[in-house]
């Protein structure tokens, strides 16, 4: 029976995976994915979602709890960056050292500014909204589908 378990497991996420691709609503599809695994698990689906201090619904509040200033302040930061014109700046700045010719050196390039933010100091969450701003234009310009 413990084979069912890790199957479930590998069938939630690989369906949670294929759901996030198509554009589905992650919350919907997160509560499918635990559904799933509470299920092959054995678990009482009562208990597992809306449970005590382990329950899908406990854990997704203290991590919104935690995590929501965070992502809020990476959002108007890259939201800045887009409308100050600065993400533009650093765009041009990237092609111009990394060129357009390659779309793999465009992708190196923006991997590079994002290890710069994040070896700097700022938290990888933060560092993609800011990056997401800086990739846009890059990408229309080297014809990479967004």
């Given at each position: 029976?413990?084979w069912?378990g890790?199957?479930?497991?590998?069938?939630?996420?690989v369906?949670?995976?294929?759901?996030?691709?198509?554009?589905?609503?992650v919350?919907?599809?997160?509560?499918i994915?635990?559904?799933?695994?509470?299920?092959?698990n054995?678990?009482?689906?009562?208990?597992?979602?809306?449970?005590?201090?382990?329950?899908?619904?406990?854990?997704?509040?203290?991590?919104?709890?935690?995590?929501?200033?965070?992502?809020?302040?990476?959002?108007i930061?890259?939201?800045?960056?887009?409308?100050s014109?600065?993400a533009?700046?650093i765009?041009?700045?990237?092609?111009?050292?990394?060129g357009?010719?390659?779309?793999?050196?465009?992708?190196?390039?923006?991997a590079?500014?994002?290890?710069?933010?994040?070896?700097?100091?700022?938290?990888?969450?933060?560092?993609?909204f800011?990056l997401?701003p800086?990739?846009?234009?890059l990408?229309?310009?080297?014809?990479?589908?967004?």
């Amino acid at each position: 029976m413990e084979w069912l378990g890790v199957a479930g497991i590998v069938v939630g996420l690989v369906f949670f995976v294929i759901a996030a691709m198509k554009g589905w609503n992650v919350l919907i599809t997160s509560l499918i994915t635990a559904v799933i695994i509470a299920l092959t698990n054995g678990m009482d689906i009562a208990a597992a979602m809306v449970g005590g201090e382990s329950s899908y619904v406990t854990g997704l509040a203290g991590f919104v709890q935690k995590n929501l200033l965070i992502f809020m302040g990476g959002a108007i930061m890259g939201e800045f960056m887009d409308k100050s014109g600065a993400a533009k700046s650093i765009a041009n700045a990237v092609m111009g050292k990394v060129g357009s010719k390659s779309p793999y050196l465009v992708l190196l390039g923006i991997a590079a500014v994002g290890a710069v933010l994040t070896y700097s100091g700022i938290s990888m969450f933060v560092a993609m909204f800011a990056l997401i701003p800086l990739a846009r234009p890059l990408f229309k310009e080297c014809n990479i589908p967004w």
